[in-house]
C-alpha cells in the first residue's frame, strides 16, 4: 500500500506498515494459463446504515458450493482483480465484491477522503453480509485485506458513527493477500492477534511500498505485510504465504491494470491455487484439501507456506 501513485500522503498510514492436487512448483509465465472466461455476473445496489448506496458486482458461480465477500484495494475496483476472482468463481465460489467510495471509479469518491474511507468500507461490508447472509468467506487485497481481516476478528480502529465490534459473526474464514503491517491510528499487532478464524495472508518477496522519490526502502520491509500472521499465537490456523518475486499487484495482473508489467502470472497462478486450497479446506471444511495444504508447509524454495 498505497494501491496507486496518487494520493500517497493520506493513505500512507496504511503502508509499511492449486486445487486439490497443489503441488508448489515454480512455474512460469509460458504455463501459466489465463484466467477462465468470466462468469454470468450483475451488478445491485444495497443500503447502508448511514443511507448511502452502496453498489456491488457479483459473480455467479455456475456450480455454487461456497461464498466469498471481496474488499478491493484503496483507489482500485472490484472489476480490476478478474485474475484472482474469476478462478475461484470457476472453482464454485459465489464472490460479491462493492465498489468502495474511495476507488477511482466510485462517482462520490470526492466526497469520502481517506479517513472517512474506513467507515465507509465497514458500512459497505456490513450491508453486503446482511443481504447474503449465511456463513461465508471474508477476502480482500491490501487495504480491502485489513477489511476482511476485521471481519474475522482483527481489532482495528473503530471508525466515527460505526457502532459495535467490526468482527462479523459469518465469516468462517479469510483470506488477505498483501494487508498492510503496523498502521498506527488503525491497526497494530494486538489488534492482528485478534483474529478469531482461518486466515491465509499473502505477500511475495517485492511487495514493497513505494515511499517518496528517492527514499530508501529497506530490503525486507515487504515482512511488514505479515504482521497479522506473525502476531498470531500456535494453534490458530493462521497461514503466511510468501512467493518469491511477486510484488503489491503481481505486476498489475491485479488493483491496477495500468502498470507496464510484466506480470507475474506464475506467482499469481501460485497464489491461486494456495488459496483454493485453503478456500477448501477453511472454508469449506474439507479434510481432504486441508490435508493437501498441510502436506505442502515448507520454508524454503519460490513458494514457502507455513502455519502457526
Excluded at 500522503?9 to 509499511?16: C, I, Y
Excluded at 465497514?122 to 446482511?130: K, N, Y
Aim: aromatic content about 6%; glycine content about 10%; hydrophobic content about 45%.
Amino acid at each position: 500500500m498505497p494501491d496507486h501513485p496518487t494520493r500517497r500522503s493520506t493513505l500512507a498510514l496504511l503502508g509499511a506498515g492449486i486445487a486439490s492436487g497443489l503441488t508448489l512448483i515454480a512455474f512460469d509465465d509460458a504455463t501459466a494459463a489465463s484466467p477462465p472466461a468470466p462468469a454470468p455476473s450483475g451488478t445491485l445496489d444495497l443500503a447502508t446504515s448511514s443511507g448511502r448506496v452502496s453498489r456491488v458486482t457479483h459473480w455467479r458461480a455456475r456450480d455454487q458450493r461456497g461464498t466469498i465477500l471481496f474488499s478491493h484495494g484503496a483507489l482500485s475496483s472490484p472489476a480490476k482483480y478478474d485474475a484472482l476472482i474469476l478462478p475461484w468463481v470457476d472453482a464454485g465460489f459465489d464472490v460479491w465484491a462493492p465498489l468502495h467510495v474511495d476507488s477511482t471509479d466510485h462517482p462520490d469518491t470526492k466526497a469520502f477522503p481517506a479517513l472517512k474511507s474506513w467507515g465507509a468500507r465497514i458500512e459497505d461490508m456490513r450491508a453486503l453480509s446482511a443481504h447474503v447472509g449465511g456463513v461465508h468467506i471474508s477476502a480482500g487485497h491490501s487495504y480491502g485485506a485489513l477489511t476482511a481481516l476485521t471481519m474475522g476478528g482483527a481489532q482495528a480502529v473503530v471508525p466515527m458513527g460505526v457502532s459495535g465490534s467490526l468482527r462479523d459473526p459469518r465469516t468462517r474464514a479469510v483470506v488477505a493477500f498483501s494487508p498492510p503491517g503496523l498502521a498506527p491510528g488503525l491497526i497494530d499487532a494486538a489488534g492482528y492477534a485478534a483474529l478469531a478464524v482461518p486466515a491465509l495472508i499473502q505477500t511475495g518477496t517485492s511487495d514493497v511500498p513505494p515511499g517518496a522519490p528517492g527514499a530508501a526502502i529497506a530490503a525486507d520491509a515487504w515482512k511488514n505485510h505479515l504482521l497479522a500472521y506473525d502476531s498470531a499465537t500456535a494453534g490458530g490456523d493462521r497461514f503466511a504465504l510468501v512467493l518469491d518475486g511477486a510484488d503489491h499487484y503481481f505486476g498489475g495482473l491485479i488493483c491496477r491494470p495500468e502498470l507496464p508489467g510484466p506480470h507475474q502470472a506464475a506467482q499469481m497462478r501460485q497464489a491461486v491455487a494456495v488459496s483454493l486450497d485453503f478456500l477448501r479446506g477453511f472454508g469449506l471444511s474439507l479434510a481432504s484439501s486441508r490435508k493437501i495444504l498441510l502436506a505442502h508447509l515448507r520454508t524454503t524454495g519460490p513458494v514457502i507456506l507455513s502455519q502457526k
